[in-house]
Nanobody
Framework: QVQLVESGGGLVQPGGSLRLSCAAS????????MAWYRQAPGKQRELVAS?????IYADSVKGRFTISRDNAKNTVYLQMNSLKPEDTAVYYC??????????????WGQGTQVTVSS
């Protein structure tokens, strides 16, 4: 079993910054993909950024958001700068792992609310 714990969301003014964290724990042998998604009210969940051997960003966040990971801590981060009201959403961490029993599985975090408003 794999658990994900997210932190770092909150309320911030336009132009501000937040840093999200997602720590994975459990029977993990290897983490192949770590990613962040978001879902705004009335909209579909969308990929924000992912980290495998390289990084991928949604066009809407390029140049403002940075994804990084600490392999020793099984943790992925999302540094969000120059935040805009349209970045308001629930942000979800997603990982693709190989467990200690060689099972490949995808897991979601519980979600953390990010609200950008003056």
């Amino acid at each position: 079993q794999v658990q994900l714990v997210e932190s770092g969301g909150g309320l911030v003014q336009p132009g501000g910054s937040l840093r999200l964290s997602c720590a994975a724990s459990g029977s993990i042998s290897r983490i192949n993909v770590m990613a962040w998604y978001r879902q705004a009210p009335g909209k579909q969940r969308e990929l924000v950024a992912s980290f495998t051997s390289s990084t991928i960003y949604a066009d809407s966040v390029k140049g403002r958001f940075t994804i990084s990971r600490d392999n020793a801590k099984n943790t992925v981060y999302l540094q969000m700068n120059s935040l805009k009201p349209e970045d308001t959403a629930v942000y979800y961490c997603n990982v693709l792992v190989v467990t200690s029993t060689n099972i490949v599985g995808g897991y979601w975090g519980q979600g953390t609310q990010v609200t950008v408003s003056s």
